[in-house]
């Protein structure tokens, strides 16, 4: 039997894939078995190393060398050298761009320190529902430290000093947000946490809190102390029943252990945390809109000032933070706020998690250091684009974001850099397009969303947004023209300029951005009627190729229509007037005949 | 005072801290045109959810406009109320506005007083560039209110003011996005809502979107209808107010005008709800006077403090809000109902017809009014006593409509019997006035002494709840007032808790009582207006030469041959009523939607 | 329930959990138990991890294998879940993706028995701070 002492594993990914991993895995079992030691090295293929700019990649275990750009002819060298010699082979090893030296091992490639997980640190790690394993890992030291050792002032200059921003997408200074609510004198005041995480596609908090619920209680009880309120209340969608219950299970262990409740530490600070549960409005992640709810009011933003830390929940100062600003709190008392302020770009501080999704090979959910350009993010651990197409664009920021192409790929992301490319920060949603994707039909999908989810109250967001979803509508269906684009912009414009909250300030941002990077794609929807990349429906037209058309008459047995005619062995001819142009014609069609134009 | 510097429009300006730029511009005779912005400045109430977005203005370093009714003024602050950008901003909103707002001016009854129409205007507004879908609502009509939804902007005045000022939370905003509408719990018809019909919504309504049911075809079919005999009996409010809409000023009395023209379209007998304000006065004052006596001698059934029951907003209110204390309302009935009571029994008598040829038309300021004579307590054998009730902007629009030249009409007296009235009678319109007139009369038949002084100062002003304590000769009777539903709501609540110091208390659900009225032309909260209203009635009652009900001849001929005693077994027939629980009808409507 | 009272008294218990807790850190575990994390947050529930999850703990009763089996949150994998994280003592924890019952099976005798990797074993592409 055998008895591995050593493993070679060929990455399987993708991108990796596309360039004959496939091969080297077959040379390097070859090699293997060819120096006999089949029953001591296995050879298994990987998933993605997301590390596909040099792929194919060889990772050799224990000693974890790293061998990049790896071809099928270095199978043998590999193994000789490697596995008999115990020699690296020292031109396959990765060159640090920056030193400009040979890293030996998986362990030091800078690459690695691409995605570094602190607001996630222990999702994936501890069981989220024993409160012991979060103790194990530190749980509840940051708390003990600041009620026992700091003042609540030293506490926010620590908090200051990490230069943490709102997580939630405004960007807000965190321990600004504390110090402005600790000044406000009240005899009650409170702390919330954000967890209505509405973005499509973000899902950052709810991982938090299904993975880390301890983290937030310790961090909101910080707060507490710091801004003197000594009640919490945590407002999440009733969507997130897991969440929810995690949260739940954790606000009872934390009491149990006298880390909420009475005198916490034998301290005179009392802490107590409740549940408020939203209905899934969008906009009540807007702070004021939220505190609204949480009143039983209409989830409806008001306009600021007043702030919520001078008049909040119930007109009392409220301190509202999202939760994965939350998360990165504990860490930084722990380790210190020039730890914290090491990571990331001169002004936007530690790391951000990204919820990374749509046309990329690893979708998942990815902690980076802020400044991590688009293309590491993209290329890197996203592990490039799915099916070799082409990059087109990435959505950040979700519906209130804008669309950044292939020249902001190196662009460092941060809150300042997104916003000045015509984006944001969001609540971290990331949603990448290839080729394939319109970009106007892009837009009108993010409008679908605003539409749906605006609150009504003010006029420019209510009406304003309905027109543009309509204006966009008329050009995905070739009926726009040079006019509509003028009037596209000018509302567009105009929405930003007058909506009362953030949702309706940047609801057009998805417009104007592809309208500036994308304005050809506009044009070719007014001028020519025609969709580039043939999403929009009623642009496009099915046509059968009659050389390449057997006759075999499956498509016109599927089409749900009766759109295709033509008799058996003959080519068939599709009807534009009836084609509803749904594409299973083009699925089920075995010789290729059938093309859209 | 604190002050800041800022410059509007080039000029430089001081203000107090904490001014609103568009108050700072009006200062300085820069008009910011608003829509969803109003100002109740003696009610202390401001709607200003800065929602319409239209009077946004640019401040230099700020990234976007700036709603100027929102917006306080900083120092050092530089203004532009007209730049290129904030017209293009303001005119693109105002046509999304108008965008999703029916083009219905022509026909529409706010035509001529609408602010959407008159901004629109002031925008110089010609097209509509941004048309699209439009909502689709069901007209909704209840006897007193109509809501049409589509014409409706979401200024959320309505809310406010059924929220915040009169409490009785009948309206809130429904839904998301474009299908936000202002609408009752679970959108039901306001008829099954928790809606008092006070009308104050509809007086605040920019747009016509809520607006007082149309009665004005069966006024003019009842008197082109040559078998009946037409009655039209006129509230003291309406004649303060009715001359706004022909250019008089504000509190100008048109009393004898108004008399003229309902001649002049035909009435066969103008008579004076002043006339039956007096047969309450009777009524509630005995009343008050039966309760008082036995709670003095320590009988603990009896229901105090008492209620007044004149104001159909006010009952509807208790009936809903407070069925529990619905026992203290007076059940004097309306000086509107009890005017139908005897118009159809002791004239129709005295005329010898049959009460169904007669046609009661009631000229009210008031929206309520239309549902108290639509209750089927108010009707014999089907026919109501009072058959039509119509506002006073109604009774303008018949006046209009019959082509008569209202300014230059003479001054005509009230037919009689029915049409004469004392002072006390006339001040009804106005809050504290109901209460006034009573202790008047009730005085005298208690004391059985002269009053010293007619003038009770003490129950007049527009404060919103006001107590005194009047001497009844050695018996000190304790009297609350409110007007607003709810300053009322606060005086209700001592009475639930029975914490209430009073013996008496006098309610109007609106705003300075009749006179601002939801049938009335609107004060837009200037309590100047209310003011000059009031210091109509008090005058007219001033000119009186008799001014306590009970001294009314024609009264005292209406008890002496055909009621007998007040409060007695005709009187109690005829002109007092009972009340319902309608709290329940709301609750077991809830629970059936929670069970669903 | 033992109330913490003082910083000491959590760092105390800290102590105390992390040599009974955490074996993972401590390769040379004394009981030489296996652990197995399975990722269970609303992603990987809904990819069938709570199914994963049963019939793990089923598969290792069956095959007489000392492990243990807890649920945890999300890694991060979302295009490979359900997601399991394997920790042999004395090796690096390895995190299997796409885990079904098949896959299951392979992991208990290829890879806990005899040391064997699968194909398509998923590299952890971040470093996470560790604690203090």
């Given amino acids: ?379 890197g651990i996203g592990g490039g684009i799915k099916d070799g197409k082409k990059f087109k664009a990435v959505q950040t920021g979700g519906p209130s974001g804008g669309c950044l192409t292939a020249k902001h790929l190196d662009l460092p992301i941060d809150y300042d850099n997104l916003l000045a490319a015509g984006s944001m920060m969001g609540s971290g949603g990331m949603i990448v397009m290839d080729e394939d994707d319109c970009m106007v039909a892009m837009a009108k999908f993010y409008l679908d969303f605003t539409v749906e989810e605006s609150c009504g109250k003010c006029a420019p967001c209510r009406i304003g947004n309905k027109r543009l979803h309509e204006i966009l509508q008329k050009i995905t269906s070739g009926n726009g023209t040079i006019e509509d684009l003028n009037m596209l912009r000018n509302l567009a414009g105009v929405i930003k300029d007058t909506a009362l909250c953030g949702l309706g300030q940047t609801s057009p941002n998805p417009v104007l951005s592809t309208m500036d990077n994308f304005y050809d794609e506009y044009l070719a929807h007014v001028e020519e009627q025609r969709c580039p990349s043939h999403q929009c429906r009623e642009l496009t037209q099915y046509f059968i190729n009659p050389e390449k058309c057997k006759g075999c008459t499956l498509c016109a047995r599927i089409c749900p229509v009766n759109a295709i005619t033509g008799d058996r062995k003959v080519p068939h001819v599709i009807d534009p007037q009836t084609c509803i142009r749904c594409g299973s014609c083009i699925e089920k069609c075995k010789f290729g005949a059938i093309y859209v134009h | ?121 002031d925008l110089g507004i010609r097209e509509i560039r941004y048309k699209g879908e439009m909502s689709t609502f069901q007209i909704d009509r209840s006897p007193s209110i109509v809501r049409n939804m589509n014409k409706c902007i979401m200024c959320r005045r309505c809310e406010t003011m059924c929220n915040n000022i009169q409490t009785v939370g009948a309206l809130t905003a429904v839904n998301r996005g474009f299908n936000a509408a202002v609408s009752t719990a679970f959108e039901r018809d306001i008829a099954g809502s928790t809606c008092s019909y006070c009308g104050q919504c509809v007086s605040v309504c920019p747009v016509n979107a809520l607006s007082g049911r149309n009665t004005q075809q069966p006024v003019l079919d009842a008197i082109a209808d040559p078998d009946k005999i037409v009655i039209a009996q006129t509230a003291p409010a309406v004649r303060t107010a009715l001359g706004r809409d022909f250019g008089f000023e504000p509190g100008t009395l048109v009393t004898g005008k108004m008399v003229s023209a309902l001649r002049q379209l035909g009435f066969d007998y103008v008579f004076d709800t002043d006339f039956a304000a007096d047969l309450t006065i009777m009524e509630e004052g005995t009343e008050l006077l039966q309760r008082i006596g036995k709670y003095l001698n320590g009988d603990k059934k009896v229901k105090m403090p008492l209620m007044t029951s004149c104001c159909p907003g006010w009952v509807s209110f208790v009936e809903q809000h407070f069925p529990e204390l619905r026992d203290n309302l007076s059940t004097a009935k309306s000086p509107q109902q009890m005017f139908g009571a005897i118009a159809k029994s002791y004239f129709a008598e005295r005329l010898g017809v049959d009460r169904k040829r007669i046609v009661v038309v009631s000229i009210m300021p008031c929206l309520a009014k239309k549902y108290e004579a639509s209750r089927p307590e108010f009707a014999v054998e089907g026919n109501p006593d009072v058959d039509i009730s119509i506002y006073t902007r109604e009774l303008a629009r018949l006046i209009r409509y019959a082509n008569i030249n209202f300014t230059d009409l003479p001054d005509s007296d009230f037919d009689r019997p029915l049409g004469e009235s004392t002072g006390a009678g006339v001040i009804f319109g106005t809050t504290g006035g109901v209460i006034e007139a009573a202790c008047r009369t009730a005085y005298e038949l208690y004391t059985k002494k002269p009053l010293p002084k007619l003038e009770f100062e003490e129950l007049r002003g527009l404060e919103g709840i006001r107590s005194a304590t009047i001497d009844f000769d050695g018996t000190p009777v304790k009297i609350g007032i409110a007007h607003g539903l709810g300053n009322a709501r606060k005086l209700v609540e001592e009475v639930k808790n029975g914490t209430s110091p009073y013996h008496a208390i006098e309610i109007m659900a609106c705003p300075g009582g009749c006179i601002g009225g939801g049938g009335q032309p609107f004060h837009q909260g200037r309590m100047e207006v209310l003011r000059k209203r009031a210091a109509a009635l008090y005058q007219e009652d001033k000119n009186k030469t008799l001014r306590k009900s009970h001294e009314n001849p024609y009264i005292q001929e209406l008890y002496a041959n055909y009621l007998g005693e007040p409060c007695g077994p005709r009187a109690h027939k005829l002109l007092h009523t009972h009340y319902f629980d309608r709290k329940e009808a709301v609750n077991m409507f809830i629970q059936e939607n929670q069970e669903k | 329930m033992n109330k913490v009272k003082t910083l000491d008294d959590l760092r105390k218990m800290r102590e105390t959990l992390r040599t009974t807790l955490d074996i993972r850190e401590k390769s040379n575990h004394p009981e030489q138990m296996v652990q197995i994390r399975v990722s269970m947050a609303t992603c990987g529930i809904a990819a069938g991890a709570k199914e994963i999850m049963n019939y793990f703990i089923e598969a290792l009763d069956r095959e007489k294998v000392d492990a243990l089996v807890t649920q945890t949150g999300c890694m991060g994998y979302c295009y490979a879940e359900p997601t399991i994280e394997v920790a042999v003592p004395g090796k690096e924890p390895i995190v299997f993706g796409h885990v079904n019952k098949e896959k299951v099976d392979e992991i208990i005798n290829r890879y806990i028995r005899q040391g064997e990797l699968l194909d398509d074993i998923i590299p952890v592409t971040y470093t996470a701070i560790k604690p203090e």
């Avoid at chain 1, 690459?111 to 409160?131: D, H, M, V």
């Avoid at chain 2, 900083?74 to 999703?100: C, D, F, Q, W, Y």
Wanted: hydrophobic fraction near 35%.
């Fill in chain 1, 1 to 379: 039997m055998a008895q591995y002492s050593s493993y070679i594993l060929v990455c399987g990914g993708t991108g990796c894939r596309a360039s004959q991993s496939e091969l080297i895995l077959e040379n390097l079992k070859e090699a293997v078995e060819q120096h006999g030691l089949q029953d001591t090295v296995q050879v298994i293929r990987t998933g993605c190393f997301g590390f596909c700019e040099k792929g194919p990649v060889v990772k050799m275990v224990p000693d974890n060398t790293f061998y990049v750009q790896v071809k099928p002819s270095d199978a043998e060298e590999i193994v000789l050298e490697h596995l008999i010699k115990g020699r690296k082979v020292e031109r396959l090893l990765y060159v640090d761009p920056e030193t400009n030296e040979q890293v030996p091992d998986s362990k030091h490639i800078d690459f690695y320190k691409k995605q570094l997980r602190i607001a996630l640190r222990n999702c994936g790690f501890i069981n989220p529902e024993n409160i012991d394993e979060y103790i194990a890992r530190d749980g509840y030291v940051a708390l003990g430290k600041a009620l026992t050792e700091m003042t609540p002032e030293s506490v926010i200059k620590e908090i200051m000093d990490s230069g943490l921003r709102g997580r939630g997408g405004g960007g807000f200074p965190t321990g600004l947000k504390w110090q402005i609510t600790r000044k406000v004198q009240a005899p009650q005041k409170y702390v919330v946490c954000n967890a209505d995480e509405g973005d499509p596609g973000a899902f950052m908090d709810r991982s938090i809190l299904e993975g880390d619920p301890h983290s937030i209680v310790e961090a909101m009880a910080i707060n507490g102390y710091c801004t003197g309120a000594n009640k919490g209340l945590v407002y999440i969608r009733a969507e997130y029943p897991l969440a929810v219950e995690r949260l739940r299970i954790a606000i009872r262990q934390a009491k149990e252990y006298g880390l909420l409740g009475e005198n916490i530490f034998g301290t005179d600070f009392s802490f107590d945390i409740n549940i408020r549960y939203g209905a899934g409005a969008f906009v009540c992640g807007e702070e004021t809109a939220l505190i609204h709810s949480m009143e039983g009011l209409r989830g409806e933003a008001t306009v600021k000032p007043p702030f919520p830390s001078e008049h909040g929940y119930k007109g009392c100062p409220t301190n509202v933070n999202n939760v994965e600003t939350y998360a990165n709190v504990p860490v930084i008392l722990l380790r210190g706020a020039k730890w914290f302020s090491s990571i990331g770009t001169e002004k936007s501080k530690g790391t951000k998690v990204f919820a990374l999704a749509g046309k990329v090979n690893n979708v998942g959910l990815i902690e980076v250091p802020m400044g991590t350009t688009l293309r590491e993010v993209i290329f």
């Fill in chain 2, 1 to 121: 005072m604190e002050t800041v510097k800022l410059i509007i429009d080039r000029r430089p300006v001081e203000v107090p801290k904490g001014t609103t730029i568009l108050d700072a511009a009006k200062g300085m005779g820069i008009r910011i045109p608003t829509l969803c912005y109003m100002k109740l400045e003696d009610l202390h109430y401001e709607n200003n959810p800065g929602a319409c977005r239209i009077c946004v203005v640019e401040i230099e370093g700020r990234r976007n406009l700036a709603p100027s009714c929102k917006t306080e003024c900083t120092e050092g602050m530089v203004v532009r109320t007209h730049s290129p950008r904030v017209m293009n901003a303001r005119k693109t909103v105002m046509e999304l506005i108008l965008s999703n707002h029916p083009a219905e001016c022509l026909t529409c009854s706010s035509n001529g007083y609408c602010e959407l129409q008159t901004i629109a205007h």
